[in-house]
């Protein structure tokens, strides 16, 4: 079939989230012709890239996650200098659980592996480390890494849209999109949208976020098992005259805790007074129809809060919070590969983000712009996010730590 007068242009993104903008901005700074498009507002809040902190971090159990941190963490300040303001804010960060946990020896061995600085602190360390502030269990121990902080989400994605726009990208929000087509008589990729446009490109890439299963089903027929889950966010208040004491500056570090329940959190940062701590899940949902709360029941973070804060904050009840989508896959391992088929390597799909992919959204883009370009990415081992993992084993890659995974899904 032929199709004409649709605008051309040499990549297409779709979804203009953290993965898609920063992946427009590595297209558009590498020369390529590039239009961004996205379903709603840019900026908007019905995804997974809005909000006022994410936790940049590289204690991961898997070690292909380290080596993508660190090049991140060097990509998200090379765009800082390029567009003269910050968005990431550097501190150290701090995991903790029980002395057994799984999770904690597979972070500590990673460590390791990726020759990432690291030291394991026992009970009483853990007390002269924090000053009082931390408090753990004599049968737990904790990880300290220097490579920690906060990134700005909505403040990021800002800074990737305005440098792909400085580097001569085309950015269209309020564009569904409904299909993506092979043009089987000159070659390429067509888009249409919703509202009846329709763009050409050579290359396109889809990071389209809790719709990418939905989108790849619809033009390919291959069913991705990416879940949408809505998580919430709180905010607790800190003691009155104890608050700078768990900002970034007063050496308080962002964290995560393993166990039941599986908490992280940030120092008081953007909200003056108030920590954020929540739970790492949520509860399915479909995108297109959200529950918009009330959210996970609260009692086990109130007693986490009451038990390791040591009475400093207020765990009566969150004064603030705010709700966000992760897009999950069973093995909580990014979806980033060709979709193959009639499209080849036309067609390039990032999504599955499972709830720790902001922090890498630098080095994403990086891998996306490449395997559009050059049919390959270079300094990384993509095997472990393969499209196709899930077509053998349902439950995609094999883990030595399955006491952690599976737990997203929240009642």
């Known amino acids: ?14 979804g203009a989230g953290i993965m898609g903008s920063s992946t427009a901005y590595q297209l ?22 809005h909000g006022e902190s994410r936790t940049l971090r590289a204690t991961y159990r898997q070690d292909y996650y380290g080596t993508m941190v660190l090049e991140s963490s060097q990509l998200w300040e090379k765009a800082e200098n390029e567009i003269g303001f910050k968005v990431y804010f550097k501190g150290h960060h701090f995991d903790m659980g029980p002395v ?31 000053s009082g502030r931390i408090d753990i269990p004599d049968n737990w121990i904790g990880v300290r890494t220097e490579l920690g902080g906060i ?17 001569g990208a085309v950015l269209r929000d309020h564009m569904e999109v409904k299909n993506i087509v092979k043009d089987k008589d000159k070659g390429g990729i067509w888009v249409f949208t919703v509202n009846g446009e329709k ?6 890439v889809v990071t389209a976020g809790a719709w990418t299963s939905r989108l790849i089903k619809k033009f390919s027929g291959i069913e991705l098992p990416i879940e949408p889950l809505e998580t919430m966010v709180c905010y607790w208040r800190i003691k009155e005259g104890k608050e700078k004491e768990f900002t970034l500056g007063g050496g308080f570090p962002t964290f995560a805790s393993y166990g039941e329940p599986r908490v992280y959190g940030t120092p008081a940062f953007e909200f003056p007074g108030l920590i954020k701590i929540a739970v790492h899940g949520g509860q399915l949902c479909d995108p297109d129809n959200r529950p918009w709360g009330p959210g996970v029941s609260l009692s086990l973070v109130k007693e986490w809060i ?20 992760y897009s999950v896959t069973p093995d909580e391992d990014f979806v980033i590969d060709f979709v193959g088929g009639e499209f080849g ?15 890498m959204g630098p080095v994403v883009g990086r891998i996306l712009a490449d395997l559009a370009l ?21 439950g995609g890659n094999v883990k030595d730590f399955g006491d952690e995974l599976g737990n997203l899904k929240l009642n």
């Open 100 to 130: 057994d946990d799984r999770s904690l020896s597979a972070i500590i061995s990673s460590c390791g592996k990726n020759s990432i600085p690291y030291r394991v602190l026992n009970h009483r360390e853990v007390a002269e480390q924090f």
């Open 374 to 394: 050059e049919g390959e990415a270079k300094g990384v081992e993509l095997k472990h996010f393969g499209i196709r993992r899930f077509e053998d084993s349902p």
């Open 28 to 49: 558009a700074k590498r020369g390529q012709n590039t239009l961004l498009l996205e379903q709603f507002d840019f900026l908007h809040h019905c995804g997974s890239s």
């Open 1 to 14: 079939m032929e199709y004409s007068c649709g605008e051309e242009f040499d990549v297409i993104v779709v």
């Open 199 to 204: 763009f050409w490109a050579k290359k396109c």
């Open 345 to 359: 390597k036309d067609v390039v799909v990032g999504g599955g983000f499972s709830g720790h992919g902001f922090k």
């Open 151 to 167: 990134i700005k989400p909505t403040k990021a994605v800002s800074m990737f849209q305005t440098l792909a726009i400085q580097n």
């Open 306 to 325: 009451g038990r390791t804060l040591m009475g400093q904050v207020d765990c009566e009840r969150p004064v603030a919070t705010q709700l966000c989508m």
